[in-house]
């Protein structure tokens, strides 16, 4: 990565044509940067494989649930199973291609499902035009796709938001039973409708009790932590991000290096002057 910072800044000059007198290297300066990227290309991949398995879990569930006849912890078996190969898939998919959009795609399509289900779980959900069943997943899935879609055009931000949102949601359902809050109905509600082939309406009942007050004043100030403490890494996860090179490309560039043919600035023509002044500055080489 070091020597790529190098690189780079050493082209852009030549392309402006500037000269150079000397380059100066901070080692230390070099080894944190490397040092840096590697943590947060971990991290993102730990993001993505979260993702994908949320969301290949989800997807999983709700189509072995509703075409299978199976029992219900052979459903459960077979939709963890499900989960895990989609967020390995997902995550070959990033080792592969390194491209951001797949890693927006799925926090998006996740955190507006989320979103979707939570704002029909209140109160609203009760409103006539969400019992028809066309109309109620219409409406979700024009949820889940609004959110998904703003999180492309503000891809850093939304990240950091659905990240936090749903991590903590995901930790605080570990402690739903425990406590006897309903949080977790927020997604049960929506598998239960799509499982049920009986069920074409839904009810819901105004839910915050003393226990669920706690449980979602918790629930939004873990989610704004986490928020601040993506937000405030937010320049070098921007750069983690965007100058992530694609593993097929980095290995085809490693199988082809030794084919590769260095051009000393002296033999390159683009950048000679037509005609050569007595007192002009050129290019040195560097020591091969």
């Given at each position: ?5 190098i690189y ?15 380059v ?8 944190d ?14 993001v993505?494989?979260?993702f994908?398995?949320?969301?290949s ?11 299978l ?12 199973v499900?989960?895990?190969l ?49 109309n ?18 503000v ?9 936090s ?32 082939r ?30 601040i ?41 683009t ?8 007192n ?9």
């Amino acid at each position: 990565m070091a020597l790529y910072k190098i690189y780079s800044a050493i082209s852009e000059a030549r392309k402006n044509k500037k000269f150079f007198v000397a380059v100066s290297l901070d080692v230390k300066s070099a080894y944190d940067s490397v040092h840096v990227d590697d943590l947060i290309l971990k991290y993102l991949q730990l993001v993505i494989l979260f993702f994908g398995l949320l969301m290949s879990f989800l997807v999983g569930f709700i189509l072995t649930g509703k075409y299978l006849s199976f029992s219900k912890e052979s459903i459960a078996e077979l939709s963890m199973v499900i989960g895990i190969l989609g967020g390995l898939f997902f995550l070959f998919l990033w080792l592969w291609l390194r491209h951001p959009i797949i890693l927006f795609l799925l926090n998006g399509f996740v955190f507006g499902f989320l979103i979707s289900a939570t704002i029909i779980y209140t109160p609203l959900g009760n409103i006539e035009i969400f019992i028809n069943n066309k109309n109620f997943w219409s409406l979700l899935s024009l949820g889940t796709l609004c959110i998904a879609v703003f999180t492309i055009a503000v891809p850093f931000l939304m990240t950091a938001v659905g990240s936090s949102v749903v991590g903590c949601y995901i930790m605080l359902l570990f402690y739903d039973d425990f406590v006897g809050t309903r949080l977790s109905y927020i997604i049960l509600n929506i598998i239960k409708r799509a499982v049920s082939r009986t069920l074409i309406f839904a009810a819901n009942d105004f839910p915050f009790q003393t226990n669920d007050i706690i449980m979602s004043t918790i629930w939004v100030v873990l989610s704004l932590i986490a928020m601040i403490i993506w937000l405030r890494k937010r320049q070098t996860t921007v750069y983690g991000i965007t100058k992530a090179n694609s593993g097929y490309f980095t290995y085809s560039l490693a199988r082809n290096r030794e084919s590769l043919v260095y051009l000393p600035p002296e033999h390159d023509i683009t950048h000679q002057p037509l005609l050569r002044e007595n007192n002009a500055v050129f290019y040195q080489t560097f020591p091969q």
